[in-house]
């Protein structure tokens, strides 16, 4: 039987989310956890691969159960066996067809940005910080800009490998919450580091050291030698993928982070 998994974790004792010689990464956790109550290995695919130091709001997972249990077993059962900062949040049956990477159509980030004059303390290793004062208006303006099917190499890592630079844009928005400002993407799909890259730039245009036009130039320019540099992992949050509903998984539940904000 397939099963689908939504999982939260908090990346920053992480390596990231793909399993490596070494371990240390969420996949190594959640796969050790799920063997010990199949009694046997067992192997999952994400959805989306994090970073080190990223956190999730809802990585979905599936794999192929290879006994039956009862699906609180593989939600309360599951998380009796993880470390602290990871949690199964919810186990649901699928189809055969369903692959949650290959069935989902989108994705979303998060980017919380602390922006004030003194380091986080509370909010250490869960937010990005920038002590200038920043403009909301003019990164607003560049976000409009970014919606739409572009070719993002400018907010590209060097080693990223996808096939190709071009990414439809569904969504870009920032707003201000007291000293937190909070940035949210939604794309087809992400290139490595484009997130974090795109906030650098945004931050760039914010403390004024470019105006919102910029963004254009960056998208027709295509270099990223040419853009801010990679913003930090802390203030990076998986929101969850965007999944069609006739696979009936729930939405993620983020409410809990605009809880803490306002």
């Known amino acids: ?21 070494g371990g240390r990464t969420v996949q190594d956790a959640l796969e050790a956890a799920l063997a010990r109550i199949a009694g046997q290995p067992v192997a999952t695919l994400c959805a989306g691969r994090t970073d080190a130091g990223v956190h999730a709001i809802q990585q979905v997972v599936h794999f192929d159960a290879p006994v039956e249990r009862p699906l609180t077993a593989w939600v309360r059962g599951v998380n009796t066996h993880l470390p602290d900062g990871v949690a199964v949040r ?27 004059p003194q380091r986080p303390g509370l909010w250490q290793g869960r937010v ?16 409009a800009r970014l919606p739409g099917e ?3 190499s ?44 795109l906030v650098g730039s945004l931050v760039h245009i914010g403390k004024g050291a470019q105006s919102p036009g910029w963004v254009d130039e960056l998208l027709q320019m295509r270099d ?3 853009a801010a540099p990679t913003f930090s992992p802390d203030g990076l949050y998986f929101r969850g ?22």
């Open 224 to 226: 990223r030698k040419l």
């Open 241 to 262: 993928p965007v999944y069609e509903p006739h696979w009936g998984l729930p939405e993620p539940a983020d409410d809990f982070l605009d809880g803490m904000l306002t």
């Open 128 to 143: 990005g910080w920038f002590h200038l004062p920043l403009d909301l208006a003019a990164m607003q303006d560049a976000c």
């Open 90 to 116: 919810w186990a649901q049956p699928v189809s055969d067809e369903f692959h949650a990477r290959f069935s989902a159509h989108g994705r979303r980030y998060r980017y919380l940005l602390l922006n004030r």
């Open 154 to 197: 400018a907010f590209r890592a060097a080693q990223c490998q996808a096939k190709s630079p071009v990414k439809l844009m569904t969504a870009a928005s920032v707003r201000q919450c007291g000293a937190m400002f909070v940035f949210d993407f939604a794309a087809s799909a992400f290139l490595h580091h484009m997130v974090r890259n």
């Open 150 to 152: 572009h070719d993002f």
């Open 1 to 21: 039987m397939r099963l689908a998994l939504g999982v939260e974790y908090f990346g920053s004792p992480f390596r990231g989310w793909q399993s490596q010689a």
